[in-house]
């Protein structure tokens, strides 16, 4: 069974950074994807980055320029470097994976938040 895990949250000052990571545990099978999404209070989930079909990669808007996704397929990790910080920027942020055999797995989410 497939498991994420993601580390790397907490508090920060505006205009600085964090670095988060999920690992995925066990044995994934076919073609996958791993992205990073994020969930404000009061407010819906939404996609933050991920890798498309084409090789490029998805950013929500807000973040581009600041946020750059990463991953390391030998050890099924993706990171989410995250640049410039904003109080904005404050959510829950969760690890998804996608793929020919996983409609969509989530981690347990880690807790950002931007504050002065």
């Known amino acids: 069974q497939v498991q994420l895990v993601e580390s790397g949250g907490g508090l920060v000052q505006p205009g600085g950074s964090l670095r988060l990571s999920c690992a995925a545990s066990?044995?994934?099978?076919?073609?996958?994807?791993m992205g990073w999404y994020r969930q404000a209070p009061g407010k819906q989930r939404e996609l933050v980055a991920e890798?498309?079909?084409?090789?490029?990669?998805n950013y929500a808007d807000s973040v581009k320029g600041r946020f750059t996704i990463s991953r390391d397929n030998a050890k099924n990790t993706v990171h989410l470097q995250m640049n410039n910080l904003k109080p904005e920027d404050t959510a829950v942020y969760y690890c998804?994976?996608?793929?020919?055999?996983?409609?969509?797995?989530w981690g347990q989410g880690t807790q950002v938040t931007v504050s002065s």
């Open positions: 998804h994976l996608r793929g020919t055999f996983y409609s969509g797995l």
């Open positions: 890798p498309s079909n084409g090789g490029s990669t």
């Open positions: 066990g044995t994934i099978f076919g073609f996958y994807v």
